[in-house]
């Protein structure tokens, strides 16, 4: 079996240990055309003039993607990544998105900006299975089949998880959150009924509740995952409070007693997961 250089120029190079009569062709083939060198001997020993037979260049194969898994240790707090094997051709700007599946729903939710190989889990994909769909694209822009990968339900991490527990089965707690930048200090409390921020009094004022009420919808607690120490509590479209905590760890707490208290309005297995009676 013989190799050509390139495309254009039909000068072939041999192929070391090559003689059988089947090839295969790999990655370092494509653009190259191979050639068959072929002597007939008989059972006298004698051998006939060599034929040849040449194939035009090899094309690079449709693009796809094998063995996708991710990787990562299945807390909200730890990192993911999505692993696969690449075929056909050189690899492009492929495409992967993250999302969040219920467990057994088959609906999927996207998560917003996260296209990249790596995903950092947050307090919000407590209960959900990750899901990567991952489209292979080739360098010159044909795209293959997607394929998906997906965790088992995300945990929450063993130390939050311990605090968590504890305060929801006092079911009533109170956190008093420091003032940083244009965030004043105040008083977040918490039971089985409802929430309420309360902006403490000073030697000129009286205590001030900022916002009070129960976990019905609309009501919500969202993150922002460009600053790990900051929650909004949203009471409903005219009620709403921006908090900012000391930690990552704190924020995580708060927002799970929460979700934890408010269950019998929510979608996710919070309390399952943290084996609750409600």
């Not at 790596?118 to 299975?129: P, T």
């Not at 769909?133 to 945990?155: C, L």
């Not at 403490?200 to 900022?210: D, I, N, R, W």
Request: proline residues 6%; aromatic residues 8%; glycine residues 8%.
């Amino acid at each position: 079996m013989l190799l050509s250089e390139t495309e254009d120029r039909k000068s072939f190079e041999p192929l070391p240990s090559q003689h059988s009569c089947s090839f295969k062709v790999c990655f370092e083939d494509i653009g190259r055309c191979l050639k068959c060198e072929c002597i007939v001997t008989d059972v006298f020993g004698r051998s006939s003039e060599p034929v040849y037979a040449e194939t035009a260049p090899v094309l690079p194969g449709i693009p796809r993607i094998d063995k996708l898994e991710i990787e990562g240790r299945g807390f909200h707090t730890n990192l993911y990544a999505v692993r696969g094997t690449y075929f056909g051709g050189k690899e492009g700007k492929s495409k992967i998105q993250w999302l969040r599946s219920m467990v057994g729903s088959p609906d999927l939710i996207s998560i917003p900006g996260e296209t990249g190989r790596m995903y950092e889990a947050n307090v919000d994909d407590v209960g959900y299975r990750l899901v990567a769909i991952y489209t292979p694209v080739r360098e010159d822009g044909i795209e293959g089949q997607p394929v998906s990968a997906s965790t088992e339900p995300i945990a929450v991490e063993h130390d939050v998880f311990k605090e968590v527990k504890q305060k929801l089965d006092v079911g009533s707690v109170k956190f008093e959150v420091p003032g940083e930048g244009c965030l004043e200090r105040r008083i977040l409390e918490i039971n089985r009924k409802r929430v309420k921020v309360v902006k403490p009094g000073s030697k000129t004022s009286f205590p001030t509740t900022e916002i009070r009420g129960t976990f019905a919808p609309p009501f919500h607690v969202e993150v922002f995952r460009n600053d790990q120490r900051r929650l909004r509590i949203v009471v409903d479209s005219e009620s709403e409070v921006d908090l900012m905590v000391h930690s990552r760890y704190i924020r995580d707490v708060i927002v799970l007693v929460i979700r934890g208290l408010a269950q019998r309005f929510n979608s996710t297995s919070l309390n399952s997961l943290l084996k609750i009676e409600t």
